[in-house]
Structure formats: C-alpha cells, structure tokens
C-alpha cells in the first residue's frame, strides 16, 4: 500500500505551504528566503446578482497577477541556481501553497464588511485559493506523469479537500486545473488549483438539488442511473476500468467532454479508498493521454472535479470529474460567444457519439 | 416620423430573405441566381442533460460553416461584379435572411424525432436563425452606422421578433451580435444573428422566474427598482438620456459590461414606440463607440438582447441588452476557465466602479 507523507510550513509572508511525498527521505525544511515578497494585495468580494440570482466574484488584485512568464522565472520551479519561487526545496514531488492572487482569502473578513445597498448584497471574498503543483518538472504534463506521482495528486486533492471542508466559512471545494494558453492558463508549469468557496458554485448547486429531487422520487442516485444508462447503451464509453468509467455525456457541451467517475457510489476524493485511489491515477492518465492526442499537438483541456459540497447533499452527490477541450479541430476553437454567455446554452458541433468514437481511437 | 420598408423574397434554396430599407425607391427584386446551392444538411438536435438540467444544441452541420473567408468572397456582401453572395441585390440597407448553417430550424422535426431514452430526452432542434446583415459596407461596424441605419436595424430586429414570437414552436427570440476574432466571430462582415429558441434560455428563465418572484412578493418590476438604485447611487452609470439609461450591474462578469435599458417597463422591442427607438438607436451607438475608444484598437465584444419570453414572464419583464467585451486589457483577454466554465461563477478583475469610470472617460 502507497503511503503520501506531508510536510508543512510556511512562506515568508505567512502563506502556507504543503509538500506532499511519495517517497521517504526527502528533507522539506529549506525556508522561504525571501525577503521582497510583498504582502498579498486588497482582497475580493463577493457581489450577488439579484436579476440572474448568481455571484460574480470582484478580485482587483488578480489584474496584476503574474502572466505568462519565461521559464527561468517560473514561480512553480523549485529553488534552485539563487532563483527564489513559491518553492523553496530544490526539489520536490507535488507542493501546494496557498494561491498569491487569491479569489478568495481567510482574510478577506478582515478588509471589507458585509454590505447590504438595497437589495444588493456584496460580502467579503472569504474563503482559500490553492495552487497544485504537480511536478518539479517545468515542461512535463500531468498526462506525462508516472503512475505513482498522478496517485501522489489525487492524495494531496483529497488531503485539501479534507482540510478546506473542515472550514465553517468553506461551503464547496473546487479542484481543477486549466491547461493550455488557449483557455487562458497564464503559467505553463503543470500545476491544477484548488477554490474553496464560501457558497455552493450555482452549477453545482443546480446539480445538488437535481441529485437530491431524483434521490427523493426514486431512492436512486441520479448519477448511478445514468452510469447504468451509458454502460447499457454503450456508444459513448470511452473506457472503464474495474473502478472507473468515462464517457462523453449525452447532452456533452465542449467538443470533447469526458465525464469520469467512480462505478462505487461515493461523495468525494477523500472518500475514495486506496484501490480507488490507483485505478483512478491509471484512469485519469488515461484520459488525459488521450486528449494529448486528439490533434496534432496536446489539446488544451480544462479538468474540473464535482465533489459533494461540504455540508449539503452528501447523500445524494456522486463524485465526477469533467475533462474537456475547447479545441474542436486542429485550426479551430470552440469559442463561448453570446449563445453560451449570455444566454448559458450551448451548441456543440461535435455529436457525443462521434466524440466518445474518436475519444476510443486515440487509446494510449 | 421614420418609416422602415420590408421587402420579403427567398433565395435559391428556398430560405427567406427580408430586405428593411429606410430610404424609398429601391427595388428589391433581384432574384439569387445561384445554382450550386446545396440544401441545407442535416439538421440539429437539443439534448436534456438531467445532472445540471440544461439543453444542448447539437449541430453537427456547423462544423462546416464558413470560417473567416476572405472578403472578396464574403457571403453577406451584396452580389456585385459576378460575386453571388446571400443577398442577390446590388446594394441593401440592412438584410436578414435565414441562416445556412443553423442551430434551429422549423425543418427540424421533418428529420428527427423525439427520442425518448431512459430518463434522457432529445428533441428535433425546432426553431430558427436569422442573420442580419447590419449594412452593406464590408468594412463597417455598428458603431459607425449613421443613426438612421441603426434606427433601421432596431425596426428589423422588432419586426423579427414580432414573427419568430408569433411561432407557435419558438419560445424566446434573441437578437445579438459577436463582434471581433477573439470572440469566435466567424464573418467580420458587419452582422448579428436572431436565435428563435425552441426553450427559454436557461439563463433567462431564472431571470424571469426571479423578475416574477419579485412582482409577486412586492408589486414592483425587479429591473426597475435596480435601475432606480443604480441612479441613486450614480456611481455605475455610463451615459443616460430622456428614455435609456446604460449602467456597469454591481455584480457585472465581464471586464467591461454594460447593461442598457428604457427607463419605461417594456417587454421587448416590438414595444418601444417611435421616440423610444430614435433614442436607442442614439444610445446604442454612444455605448459602441465608447467600447471601441476603450483600448487601442475597437474592443471584440458581445452584445445581447434580453427581451421578454414569446409566452411567458410578459409581465414582469423589463426589457435590456448586456453589450460586454472579453478584452481586460489592451494585451489580455478574459478566459472562461474552471471557474467560469465548470463553476459558472465569474471571477472579475475590474470592479464595477472602475470599469464605469473608465467607460465614462471614453465617451464619444
């Protein structure tokens, strides 16, 4: 049985930093040596919508966040040759620090109060935005990673899920990772992120009440039947393991949109036991080789994990994982124009069918 | 007092052609001499996907629309010199015709039926999707339109509405325009499009429901009590005249985002009388020309009609349009990553307040 050892500590302007190990015998313990490290600038609020009845979160700060830079100032490399990053080890197997450009922040109450303007209300940004760093190795991927170190990930996702839901003022736990200067990744170390938010994002809250409204009504779970729908049906199976299964949904919104998730009814990561947690690094992998090889070069994808949220629906909710591109040929993105901004449905050139028969094409 | 002509004809494959002229005298009746014209193909399909109860629109047919032709062959040219485009006449006001490459069509149901498979439901894509062509001129923007022009486009998109609502089939009409590349604009000819939706949108059905909600609970429209709280507050407001009022929402998404409305509750457009038109044609252009003065080139941008259900909400809705634009800064863009995508929670750089400021600066 693999064992993922933690350490943690903090960089020199008090953001907390975890290193998550696979392997014994690694020291940690190198400090954060920097000196200019400015604190963390004005925090975010949170403004309610009440004609579309949605949050948009108002970060100012982000706009100055780092973009794009060359890979020998990569903040997400380890600490070596007098370059100073976010990680001060000179090595390291998975780290996770807390995002300097936060979303949100546990510090967030302390800027800005709740403050209610008619029947508007804005709130601080309270909560915590982490970043997953997946490997010391600036050009690697996570579908280039050995099975080993994906397995590491899935540990260190499931310890901070763990964590930020023990959190009163945390409702959800996002974690997810862009990949791809196409859908907007401004740093090219692989690394994921992980959001916890002070509400329930309003797609997962529709898909919670869904769950539950399907679970009164029938004593099913939504998601198991819909599991068992795909495996009768079969021409959207993209691969199934003894654990795990993907398919293209149905109604699949990106041009290439794999759905994963555990045949076992389960709510989150951190419930996920030790031969879940393997056959999902050999799936994941999987997955995610074979949107390297869609088009010619790796397609930009976007892999986002629907957990329970932290105190609702825990019964109902079954644990998924949502990969997909917005690349819909080798010369063409899909682009969400005013149909899918502002009127939130999508068109997809892209039948499930065809996806998922091309999905199984590219097998690793 | 303004009087805009419509000339209805159809083109070689049977789609509708409508021509709306401000001016008296031209005719019209140049037939579409094209010949290699194929029919249309196969049409789409809306798919429930019963986890986030949302539609897609499949439309496998669009993966072959026309991408960025050079603008000796654009299809929304008028037809000169032996160049036969989808307007057979020499010149034209504003023209909208039936899409080649629809999401919706009232063909639909003649291809597909409804299929019904497990708890899953697919249905014909029903409806309909209208081009209109804002002008003649290649090279030009809605910005640059003289206001009579704008006057016409606002007639057509009224009349549109008017006959896309009276379709038994059609639920909602969206009348809206992607400008610019970087937001999946195909055609830089000068044009939007009308979606004639065989749903209501899901974003608008919660507007809707939530506009209801509020008659209901107060007496009052939910959009004019926002509007009179933004002009107490005065700080979001761009531009203001005698019937329109353009303000930044509180909770505003998009870097730069204007939410533009009568100060009279009206339903949609068919219902703006003749000042009310003059007076937005005047607004609406005030507002392009400030988001094409906003950076150092013209902003791509959105802009998106949110008029009242074809049957339902007709009450309590108020008439607006959004017209935002992706653009952050002069050298970025905004991206729809995990948060946006996945989440559909907006994370915002600009806070209302600034953005507003800054549109204000801009004006023409």
Same mark, same amino acid.
């Given at each position: 049985m693999d064992v993922t050892l933690r350490y943690a500590t903090r960089l020199a302007d008090g953001r907390e930093l975890l290193y998550f190990d696979h392997?014994?015998?690694?020291?940690?313990?190198?400090?954060?040596?920097?000196?200019d490290l400015a604190q963390a600038g004005p925090v975010s609020q949170v403004r309610w919508d009440p004609l579309f009845e949605e949050y948009t979160v108002v970060a100012g700060?982000?706009? +100055?966040r780092t973009n794009l830079p060359p890979s020998d100032q990569?903040?997400?490399?380890?600490?070596?040759?007098g370059q100073h990053t976010e990680?001060?080890?000179?090595?390291?197997?998975v780290a996770v620090f807390e995002n300097r450009?936060?979303?949100?922040?546990?510090?967030a109450a302390q800027h800005s109060g709740t403050q209610a303007r008619g029947d508007r209300l804005s709130a601080p940004g309270t909560g915590r935005c982490e970043v997953v760093?997946?490997?010391?190795?600036?050009?690697?991927?996570f579908a280039q990673l050995p099975l080993s170190q994906a397995r590491t990930v899935i540990d260190a996702w499931a310890d901070r899920t763990q964590a930020l839901s023990?959190?009163?003022?945390?409702s959800y736990v996002f974690c997810f990772e862009n990949r791809g200067g196409e859908i907007g990744?401004? +740093?090219?170390?692989p690394h994921g992120q992980i959001y916890g938010y002070p509400f329930i994002p309003p797609r997962f809250a529709r898909a919670g009440a869904a769950a539950q409204r399907h679970l009164d009504n029938t004593g099913r779970c939504l998601q198991c039947d819909q599991l068992a729908a795909e495996l009768t049906a079969g021409?959207?199976?993209v691969h199934q393991t003894a654990q795990w299964v993907a398919y293209v949904p149905?109604?699949?919104?990106?041009p290439y949109e794999v759905r994963m998730m555990p045949r076992e009814h389960v709510a989150?990561?951190?419930? +996920?036991d030790d031969a879940q947690r393997d056959g999902l690094a050999r799936m994941y992998l999987n997955v995610l080789q074979r949107f390297a090889r869609l088009f010619d070069v790796p397609a930009p994808y976007i892999a986002a994990w629907q957990q329970a949220p932290a105190r609702e629906f825990r019964t109902s909710w079954h644990l998924a994982a949502e990969v997909f591109t917005t690349r819909r040929a080798s010369d063409r993105l899909k682009y969400l124009a005013g149909a899918e901004s502002s009127a939130a449905t999508w068109i997809n050139d892209i039948p499930a069918e065809t996806a998922a028969a091309r999905l199984r094409e590219v097998a690793p």
């Open positions: 392997r014994l015998g690694f020291d940690r313990s190198a400090p954060d040596e920097r000196t700060h982000r706009q +100055l990569c903040p997400l490399c380890p600490s070596r040759n990680i001060p080890a000179e090595d390291y197997e450009f936060p979303a949100f922040s546990m510090s760093c997946f490997s010391s190795d600036h050009d690697a991927s023990a959190i009163d003022a945390i990744a401004t +740093l090219t170390h021409e959207r199976i149905f109604a699949a919104r990106w989150g990561l951190p419930d +996920l």
